[in-house]
């Protein structure tokens, strides 16, 4: 008969109960991960990520997730395989106002970002020319010198937060950052601290957009509304605890023109855009070429209402939804101003379908010749309203118009010999 030491089973025991224990602790730890509390889920958080698979997100500018992310041990892993040209992986979904919560850890000189409002389009390429970006960089151990706006926590090439007093944990472990982005309102959040806070589309933020990195990219940081983006930028870069709580947008009223000079606009092109006895002027200048007058800000749901009068040939238009590419080209959608007879308050859309909708002849008669004509445009969701003097032009109901968002512009046709005045361009955000 075999004698069982009883001293060495207790021990064996309590070992395996402490071992088992260790494990339970670990489990409950990875199980509080990627989910929301019950207050989260009462004050409308939402899950980002699952902490199992990547849906819900994918390729910038694509359909479908094709790397170099994976999904490792309940984190969203950038395997390190992205450059600057690609590596970018964006929500399906488009967010406006937000407090976007996640925590994130870096390889040793690692390089990721957190970006939003990243706007999609074949014209660009990446997505940090639209976008902007809560850096995430590994100050102490990159190998390249760095500028203190390529640091981390910063508003890239933006705004700075006081690196004296940011605590930031090294690489290999894990942080917390959160944004706050309400109605132009911008927080920056390290680990429990705010780092950051600035307003969006101010003179000061268009003096720092202009003069930096984005002044050749002249819709940073305009758009409204985006999709959320990580990017993998070389180096391995893990994510977990992804999740977001919509705000509430808020309307407001606005004069686009302030009767004394061009202040929130910006000219495209060499025609001429000047401001005399408080009328804000359009005129074909000697090189007769198209020319545009763009509102610095996006404007996508509107109600405006602006006044003008043909002095000349009048071939002119109100833009919206319009974005710029090459220099003076813009593309979006234009509400037509023009001779009679050639469809004033009609639709044109600058690439792709041309006119949308046409104006009959019986409608032409709306327009005062030489003389101050209203005309109000509604923009909201899929749906554009035009009136003219009072009398409704156009209603259209259209799926891409939906999804674009873009500036208001004034245009100068082709061809020269035109002159048009405008005044009280005021509008109301909806």
């Known amino acids: 008969m075999k004698l069982i030491n009883r001293k060495t089973t207790s021990k064996t025991w309590m070992y395996y109960s402490l071992f088992i224990g260790f494990l339970f602790v670990l489990s409950a730890c990875a199980d509080k991960n990627n989910v929301l509390s019950q207050q989260e ?43 600057d040209e690609n590596g970018y992986i964006v929500t399906d979904k488009i967010y406006e106002n937000f407090e976007l919560s996640w925590d994130w850890k870096l390889s040793k000189a690692g390089n990721s970002g957190m970006l939003y409002h990243v706007v999609e389009r074949p014209q660009y390429s990446v997505p940090y020319i639209t976008g902007p970006e809560y850096q995430l960089l590994d100050d102490v151990n990159f190998p390249d010198p760095i500028e203190d706006w390529q640091k981390c926590g910063v508003d890239y090439a933006m705004h700075l937060p006081d690196f004296a007093t940011m605590k930031v944990n090294p690489a290999g472990t894990w942080n917390t950052s ?41 819709e940073y940081g305009l758009a409204h509304k985006g999709v959320i983006c990580l990017q993998d930028h070389g180096y391995p870069a893990w994510f977990r605890n992804i999740k977001i709580k919509e705000l509430p947008r808020k309307t407001k009223e606005v004069s686009l023109f302030n009767g004394t000079d061009l202040q929130g606009w910006e000219p495209y092109g060499t025609e001429l855009w000047y401001v005399k006895d408080g ?13 545009y007058l763009a509102t610095r800000e996006y404007y996508d749901d509107f109600d405006l209402t602006v006044e003008f009068k043909q002095e000349a040939d009048g071939n002119s238009g109100v833009f919206f939804r319009s974005f710029i590419e090459e ?44 003389d101050w004509n209203t005309m109000r445009i509604k923009v909201q969701g899929d749906n554009v309203t035009t009136w003219l003097n009072g009398e409704e032009m156009v209603n259209l109901t259209d799926e891409k118009i939906r999804d674009a968002q873009g500036r208001i512009a004034l245009q100068i046709h082709d061809g020269g010999g035109i002159k048009v005045l405008w005044r009280n361009l005021n509008l109301k955000t909806l």
């Open 178 to 218: 959160k944004i706050v982005f309400d109605n132009g309102h911008v927080e920056h959040w390290m680990n429990g601290e705010k780092i950051i806070e600035f307003e969006a589309w101010t003179d000061d933020w268009f003096a720092r957009k202009n003069s930096g990195k984005w002044a050749n990219a002249p």
């Open 327 to 370: 220099g003076v080209k813009v593309n979006g959608w234009q509400v037509e101003v023009a001779p009679k007879g050639f469809d004033t308050g009609g639709i044109y859309e600058s690439y792709g379908r041309g006119w949308l909708v046409q104006i009959p002849d019986e409608k032409e008669t709306i327009l005062k010749e030489k």
């Open 279 to 291: 009328l804000l002027v359009c005129e074909s200048g000697p090189d007769k070429n198209y020319g």
């Open 41 to 83: 889920k009462a004050d409308n958080w939402q899950l980002l990520f699952d902490g199992k698979t990547l849906n819900g997100w994918r390729d910038y500018n694509g359909t479908e997730l094709t790397g170099p992310w994976k999904v490792e041990d309940g984190c969203i892993l950038a395997e390190g395989a992205g450059s």
